[in-house]
């Protein structure tokens, strides 16, 4: 059994930044942040292959890197000019496989998530 622990959540005015991070317990393949935006669903917002390739959702891709240590088992997500929309619950997950999916589906291991409030 896989566990995830994120941390750096927060709120932040309009236009600033914030590194997420995500440690696994135990092995993993691919490591992924998805966020839950108020009344809304889950959706994939970046992607790191264990390889070490990447991959981040065009909504936000000009704006959000993700990067992975692969040592210390922990995976990051750091946010700038962050925008009030981007206001959700955001989830580390992972698989056991590599693989470069976005799809909730795909990933069986799932952090408790850490709140992002953007303010205008």
């Known amino acids: 059994q896989v566990q995830l622990v994120e941390s750096g959540g927060g709120t932040v005015q309009a236009g600033g930044s914030l590194r997420l991070s995500c440690v696994a317990s135990?092995?993993?393949?691919?490591m992924a942040w998805f966020r839950q935006p108020p009344g809304l669903g889950r959706e994939g917002v970046a992607v790191?292959?264990?390889?070490?390739?990447?991959s981040v959702t065009d909504f936000v891709k000009d704006r959000f890197t993700i990067s992975r240590d692969n040592a210390k088992k922990t995976v990051y997500l750091q946010m700038n000019s962050l925008k009030p929309e981007d206001t959700a619950m955001y989830y580390c997950?992972?698989?056991?496989?590599?693989?470069?999916?976005?799809?909730?589906?795909?990933?069986?291991?799932w952090g408790q998530g850490t709140q992002v409030t953007v303010s205008s």
């Open positions: 790191s292959v264990g390889s070490g390739s990447t």
């Open positions: 997950a992972a698989d056991r496989r590599s693989h470069w999916s976005l799809s909730r589906h795909d990933y069986g291991y």
């Open positions: 135990g092995y993993i393949g691919s």
